[in-house]
């Protein structure tokens, strides 16, 4: 059975377990074949090269972005890739090899960072495109690095392992991302052959320019949309799982088991993503399942992603949310019968480059809740010219999430479980489809409030 399987960051600084757990599990022989695997880069490497993706400290590109001088970073990127590489030693990387490669891609790609920065400090030239290519300069330098080591490791083992590197480096030729997963893979005999597979994907069109970092699950997703295999599969550090177990307790909440795209396009939504919703597009059109499995636990078979699937009972499958929301309330009296108020504030939005999770109307109001990091005073500005009062503040989201969940009294049970914990609601809202019931409360209660639905709803 053919797979294409992605392994994120976190996993791959785990190599020792990935190779028992993943590569190794129940598996001899023949049966180590006919898998892909796209790899991210090991935790962290990618925040030292672009920015921290939780904190958004600054990282290689902010310098190169401020024209400030980048080598003393680079230099010091160096160091500690060679570190991480003396992690695994124990595991049969060649040190010397493997320090070897990724000095040599350092220096290579500081003289494509150095060209880009001389064109930039001209003056001639748009700071944006030149800014994006070096975004993905820096970006391949991770997974090149550790899809690098994890081939040198597994060919010391013995086991047929073919780099498949996708960065493009040395390789001018403009092709477009399909176009390079098309040419890579071409002639290879996946039946005796593990592919490790950078998660960058060098592309004329740019992988970063849309999906910045999401970039890796795209490609991926693009691998798995040529291929076709029979199941794409996600291994994690956790499972996807009915409630956050970091909020709620791991006695407190069990693995989804399975759910269709729709329900992972709304986690997505909310910023917990079982994969990208751009990649997962694909798959879904594909008809390609997807399974998401956790590194550490590998006799589990995880959550199954499909796009077909209902529960044949009525449940809450997903307990879910962020507390990094703003609401923008807009109020007008002149809004009642007047026909193109909402039109008008979703062009501003459109304008502004603003996109919304949640809106909510009255007579006279329209509430619009945005991630709370798209925030813009550009855009208040203007809603203020344009209409009576704008109220912005900061709130929480909680949802119940189902593929068939639409049973009599669930609002009213969810509602009481958030008062009886002391929780105002602001608002709520659902569609027809009733996949997605939403509950807009204040920042400070969305710990209680999670909690208080999965007991809820247990």
């Known amino acids: 059975m053919l797979t294409v399987e992605k392994i994120g960051g976190t996993s791959m600084s785990a190599l020792q377990e990935v190779i028992k757990n993943i590569i190794l599990f129940e598996r001899t022989g023949e049966q180590l074949y006919n898998r892909i695997f796209v790899v991210?880069?090991?935790?962290?490497?990618?925040?030292?090269?672009?920015?921290?993706?939780?904190?958004?400290?600054?990282?290689?590109?902010?310098?190169?972005?401020?024209?400030?001088?980048?080598?003393?970073?680079?230099?010091?990127?160096?160091?500690?890739?060679?570190?991480?590489?003396?992690?695994?030693?124990?595991?049969?990387?060649?040190?010397?090899?493997?320090?070897?490669?990724?000095?040599?891609?350092?220096?290579?790609?500081?003289?494509?960072l150095e060209n880009l920065a001389n064109i930039l400090a001209s003056g001639y030239v748009?700071?944006?495109?030149?800014?994006?290519?070096?975004?993905?300069i820096l970006a391949s330098i991770g997974e090149s690095h550790s899809a690098f080591n994890f081939t040198n490791i597994l060919q010391n083992m013995g086991i047929n392992t073919r780099l498949v590197d996708l960065s493009g480096f040395g390789d001018h030729r403009p092709f477009t991302i399909d176009q390079r997963i098309k040419h890579a893979f071409k002639?290879?005999?996946?039946?005796?052959?593990?592919?490790?597979?950078?998660?960058?994907?060098?592309?004329?069109?740019g992988i970063m320019r849309e999906f910045d970092r999401g970039y890796s699950e795209v490609t991926f997703s693009k691998i798995a949309e040529f291929l076709k295999p029979q199941e794409a599969i996600i291994h994690k550090e956790y499972h996807l799982s009915t409630a956050d177990p970091a909020l709620v307790g791991i006695?407190?909440?069990?693995p989804v088991g399975y759910t269709n795209y729709d329900i992972a396009d709304q986690l997505a939504d909310v910023g917990m993503e079982a994969i990208h919703p751009k990649a997962s597009k694909p798959l879904e059109v594909s008809g390609i399942h997807l399974r998401i499995k956790n590194t550490f636990e590998?006799?589990?078979?995880?959550?199954?992603?499909?796009?077909?699937?209902?529960?044949?009972?009525?449940?809450?499958e997903v307990i879910?949310?962020?507390?990094?929301?703003?609401?923008?309330?807009?109020?007008?009296?002149?809004?009642?019968?007047?026909?193109?108020?909402?039109?008008?504030?979703?062009?501003t939005f459109f304008d502004y480059n603003v996109s919304?999770?949640?809106?909510?109307?009255?007579?006279?109001?329209?509430?619009?809740?945005?991630?709370?990091?798209?925030?813009?005073?550009k855009l208040i500005s203007k809603l203020e010219e344009d209409f009576e009062k704008v109220t912005v503040e900061n709130v929480a989201m909680v949802c119940l999430l189902g593929t068939n969940m639409d049973q009599p009294g669930l609002l009213a049970k969810s509602a009481y479980a958030l008062t009886e914990?002391?929780?105002?609601?602001?608002?709520?809202?659902?569609?027809?489809?009733?996949?997605?019931?939403?509950?807009?409360?204040?920042?400070?209660?969305?710990?209680?409030?999670?909690?208080?639905?999965?007991?809820?709803?247990?």
């Open 40 to 112: 991210s880069a090991f935790s962290g490497v990618t925040d030292l090269l672009l920015e921290n993706k939780k904190t958004g400290a600054p990282g290689v590109y902010h310098r190169i972005a401020k024209q400030q001088d980048f080598h003393r970073p680079l230099k010091d990127l160096i160091i500690k890739l060679k570190t991480i590489n003396k992690r695994y030693v124990d595991l049969g990387l060649d040190l010397a090899v493997a320090d070897r490669f990724i000095e040599n891609h350092v220096k290579e790609a500081q003289t494509y």
């Open 126 to 136: 748009s700071r944006e495109g030149i800014l994006q290519a070096a975004r993905e």
């Open 187 to 205: 002639n290879i005999d996946f039946e005796q052959t593990i592919c490790i597979t950078t998660g960058y994907a060098k592309g004329t069109e």
């Open 251 to 254: 006695e407190n909440c069990i």
């Open 298 to 316: 590998p006799s589990h078979p995880g959550t199954l992603i499909t796009r077909e699937f209902i529960c044949e009972h009525k449940r809450v």
């Open 320 to 347: 879910t949310g962020t507390d990094k929301l703003m609401m923008i309330d807009v109020y007008d009296p002149s809004m009642v019968g007047n026909v193109g108020s909402d039109l008008q504030i979703m062009q």
């Open 356 to 377: 919304y999770t949640f809106k909510s109307t009255s007579a006279n109001s329209i509430s619009i809740v945005i991630w709370a990091r798209d925030f813009n005073k």
């Open 421 to 458: 914990d002391g929780i105002n609601i602001k608002s709520a809202g659902f569609a027809l489809r009733k996949v997605n019931i939403q509950f807009l409360i204040a920042t400070e209660h969305f710990k209680r409030a999670i909690i208080a639905l999965n007991k809820a709803m247990g």
